[in-house]
Structures are given as structure tokens and as C-alpha cells.
T-cell receptor
Framework: TQLLEQSPQFLSIQEGENLTVYCNSS?????LQWYRQEPGEGPVLLVT?????EVKKLKRLTFQFGDARKDSSLHITAAQPGDTGLYLC????????????FGKGTHLIIQP | KAGVTQTPRYLIKTRGQQVTLSCSPI?????VSWYQQTPGQGLQFLFE???????NKGNFPGRFSGRQFSNSRSEMNVSTLELGDSALYLC?????????????FGEGSWLTVV
């Protein structure tokens, strides 16, 4: 089973600050996805990274896939209270099995 | 285009009872997968159905089962409920099967077992 470790588990910062959260594995993933989940709702897909070294930007969010496709990071610039939520990374289970394996997530709180 | 709809949203059951949760996927989506989310374990894959066939199953006991109907709607059932089954159960749909496809989650069904 391929595992995804996310860090930090919890992060609370002030509005306007920058932050980076990480998603690491000892296994190679064909792709990784990042989701944001707000209280009372299901996760919403933010981005999918496929190529090693790939960088994708979504407004103030920058996603990077490691060269070896074992890790990924999410950097938020000038965080806003609306960025508050649970950030999850996920990847295909692999080995021919369907379904996604998820990290346990980073709980992010942006204080005004 | 309507999203993934799950019912009921909240329910409380007693230990030993059984529960059935329902999921209506996005129109045109044939793949439905189910996940259990708990604070301790995070999101864990239960099973996936595609065209009424179970494609894969996660590491959950046989008390957890599911099915998919010809209109792609899906149900999951948990029998002989245990306290540890208290969780948010999420359904997700996609147009095709396979772990690399984009999946869309519903809002989930909150199950509390007392």
C-alpha cells in the first residue's frame, strides 16, 4: 500500500503570510492531486500534477511535483481567511488497483 | 449540472443496527466510489463501482458492502454497526474508472453510532 504523509498536521497563521505544506511518500506516484475540504463539505479538487518537476499555479496557490514523483508541495502566497480548510493530497493506489489513497491532511487556519 | 448528492446528510444509529447510505452521481458519470473519513485515519477508500460492477475494495470488513444500480446510483450498507463506524461517509463520482481520473465528491453522510 502506498502511503502519503502530510506535514504539518496543523498550521495557524496570520492573514498576509506565506506558507508551504508538504506531501511525501516513499513510493512513486503516476500523479498526485490536491484537494481542499471545508467544514461540512466534501473535498474539492484543486489541481492534478502529473510530470516530475511540474509546477502549477492557481492564483495565489503554487503546486509542485517532485522530480522523482514521490513528493509534492503546496505554497500559498499572502494567505487569506478564505484559504482556511483541510488540504489533502491524494494519489492513485497503484498496482492496478482503483481508488485513491489520501494523506491525512493539513488543517490550515488563516486568522484575520 | 447537479453535483453528487448523498442522503441522508446526518443520522444516528445504535450499535448493532444496520444503515444504508445513498449516492446519486453527476449525470453521465458511471463510476461511483465510497470513502470513510475519520479524524484519526483520514480518508480511506471503501470500494468503487463502475457499470454496476464492483471494481475494487479497500481494507474494510465484510460488514461494509455496496451496490450500484443501472442508473449509476449507488448505495452502501454497513451491518452490525460498531462505535468505530462513526464517520463521514463520502461518495465520489467520475466519468470513467481508474485512479487517475478526476473525481467529484458529495457533501457526505455523517453517521454517529451510539
Amino acid at each position: 500500500t502506498q502511503l502519503l504523509e502530510q506535514s504539518p498536521q496543523f498550521l495557524s497563521i496570520q492573514e498576509g503570510e506565506n506558507l508551504t505544506v508538504y506531501c511525501n511518500s516513499s513510493s512513486v506516484f503516476s500523479s498526485l492531486q490536491w484537494y481542499r475540504q471545508e467544514p461540512g463539505e466534501g473535498p474539492v479538487l484543486l489541481v492534478t500534477v502529473v510530470t516530475g518537476g511540474e509546477v502549477k499555479k492557481l492564483k495565489r496557490l503554487t503546486f509542485q511535483f517532485g522530480d522523482a514523483r514521490k513528493d509534492s508541495s503546496l505554497h500559498i502566497t499572502a494567505a487569506q481567511p478564505g484559504d482556511t480548510g483541510l488540504y489533502l493530497c491524494a494519489g492513485p493506489k497503484g498496482g492496478g488497483a482503483d481508488g485513491l489513497t489520501f494523506g491525512k491532511g493539513t488543517h490550515l487556519i488563516i486568522q484575520p | 449540472k447537479a453535483g453528487v448528492t448523498q442522503t441522508p446528510r446526518y443520522l444516528i444509529k445504535t450499535r448493532g443496527q444496520q444503515v444504508t447510505l445513498s449516492c446519486s452521481p453527476i449525470s453521465g458519470h458511471r463510476s461511483v466510489s465510497w470513502y470513510q473519513q475519520t479524524p484519526g485515519q483520514g480518508l480511506q477508500f471503501l470500494f468503487e463501482y463502475f457499470s454496476e460492477t464492483q471494481r475494487n475494495k479497500g481494507n474494510f470488513p465484510g460488514r461494509f458492502s455496496g451496490r450500484q444500480f443501472s442508473n449509476s446510483r449507488s448505495e452502501m450498507n454497513v451491518s452490525t454497526l460498531e462505535l468505530g463506524d462513526s464517520a463521514l461517509y463520502l461518495c465520489a463520482s467520475s466519468s470513467e474508472t481508474g485512479g487517475g481520473n478526476t473525481i467529484y465528491f458529495g457533501e457526505g453522510s455523517w453517521l454517529t453510532v451510539v
